[in-house]
């Protein structure tokens, strides 16, 4: 069989096995992009979001207090702690996704003599 030219069916099948293992992963490889992108947009509005939300607390000075509220499609809570003259704001952003819910947490502490 030596001088043979072209490939056998074996031959072609394996590479078809091949080719669809490869585009398989790449799909696969695309879609994990694509929510990790979304999901770093989410938490980059939900940083500017928790951000207002800590600045309008600052703006209070000193007398903040527990409290929640909902930014769409955000909802936060926060805690404020006071031990002698510092004061610690506990924010607690969520999201919810086609996963579950996530949660990020931000924490100020400031000085209030």
Known sequence: MRGQLGMTIIEVLVALLVLTVG???????????ARLIADGHRHTRLAAAATGI????????????DGDRVVAPFEFAWTVERS????????IGEY???????QVAFVEARWCP
Not at 54 to 65: K, N, P, R, S, Y
């Open 23 to 33: 585009l398989l992963g790449t799909v696969a490889a695309a879609g994990a992009a």
């Open 96 to 102: 919810h996704t086609g996963a579950g819910t996530r």
């Open 54 to 65: 800590l600045e309008e607390l600052h703006d209070t000075g000193c007398v903040a207090t």
């Open 84 to 91: 002698l003259e510092l004061t610690e704001i506990r924010l």
